[in-house]
C-alpha cells in the first residue's frame, strides 16, 4: 500500500485558475509538510501541520491555503494561479522529529 | 539560521566506480541528517539517516557518517550502478525545534554511464 499519495500528479491549467491538491498518508504520522521543488530541483517547505494545527507557515502567497480535515489528509488550495507557481509539489509526512516519507509529487504547469 | 551545502553537480561517472558526494551543515543544536534520493520523475525517497555524532546510516551500499568535529555528512558508494542515476539530496532538521521540517541541499545530479 502507497503511504503517503497525493492526486493529481499532473495539473495543467490556465493564469487565474482556482486548484487544488490532495494529500493523504497511512502511517498513522502526526506532521505533515508541503513542500515546493522548482525547475532547478531546490526544495522549500511551504507548510507544516501538527495533529491538523498549522505550526509553519514559511513566506508563501496568501493564494495558497492548506487545509487538513483530519491527521491522515493535508490538501493545498491555490487561488489565482500565477506562471510562477509551475513547479513539482510534494507531501510528507513525519512521527515527531523523525525521518519523513514524501509523496510521489504533483507536477503542477501554469499556462 | 540551519542550512546544508552540498556538491555541485553534475556528477558522471562509470559504473563500478567510487562515489563519494559532499554535504555539510550549519545548525544551531545538534540536528538529525539525511540523504534522500529522486530518480527520474519520482518523489523523494530516504536513503539513510544518522541522529547523532559518529553514527553510520547505510542502506543499498551507500553509507554516510555524522561527524560532528567536520559539521559533514558524505554520502559514498564503493561501486555505483547505471541504476544509481538519480538527484541525491543531503537534508538536516533539528529535533530541538520540535517537528520542525527538513532544510534541503540544493542536490546532486549522478550520472552512472555502462
Known amino acids: 500500500d502507497t503511504a503517503v499519495s497525493q492526486t493529481p500528479k499532473y495539473l495543467v491549467t490556465q493564469m487565474g485558475n482556482d486548484k487544488s491538491i490532495k494529500c493523504e498518508q497511512n502511517?498513522?504520522?502526526?506532521?505533515m509538510y508541503w513542500y515546493k521543488q522548482d525547475s532547478k530541483k531546490f526544495l522549500k517547505i511551504m507548510f507544516s501541520y501538527n495533529n491538523k494545527e498549522l505550526i509553519i507557515n514559511e513566506t508563501v502567497p496568501n493564494r495558497f491555503s492548506p487545509k487538513s480535515p483530519d491527521k491522515a489528509h493535508l490538501n493545498l488550495h491555490i487561488n489565482s494561479l500565477e506562471l510562477g507557481d509551475s513547479a513539482v509539489y510534494f507531501c510528507?509526512?513525519?512521527?515527531?522529529?523523525?525521518?519523513?516519507?514524501f509523496g510521489p509529487g504533483t507536477r503542477l504547469t501554469v499556462l | 539560521g540551519n542550512s546544508v551545502t552540498q556538491m555541485e553537480g553534475p556528477v558522471t561517472l562509470s559504473e563500478e566506480a567510487f562515489l563519494t558526494i559532499n554535504c555539510t551543515y550549519t545548525?544551531?543544536?545538534?540536528?538529525?541528517l539525511f540523504w534522500y534520493v529522486q530518480y527520474p520523475g519520482e518523489g523523494l525517497q530516504l536513503l539513510l539517516k544518522?541522529?547523532?555524532?559518529?553514527d553510520k546510516g547505510s542502506n543499498k551500499g551507500f553509507e554516510a557518517t555524522y561527524r560532528k568535529e567536520t559539521t559533514s555528512f558524505h554520502l559514498e558508494k564503493g561501486s555505483v550502478q547505471v541504476s544509481d542515476s538519480a538527484v541525491y539530496f543531503c537534508a538536516l532538521s533539528d529535533p530541538f525545534l520540535g517537528n520542525t521540517p527538513l532544510v534541503f541541499g540544493k542536490g546532486t545530479r549522478l550520472s552512472v554511464i555502462a
Open positions: 510528507a509526512s513525519s512521527q515527531g522529529q523523525w525521518a519523513q516519507y
Open positions: 544518522a541522529t547523532k555524532a559518529d
Open positions: 502511517l498513522g504520522h502526526d506532521t
Open positions: 545548525a544551531t543544536g545538534y540536528p538529525s
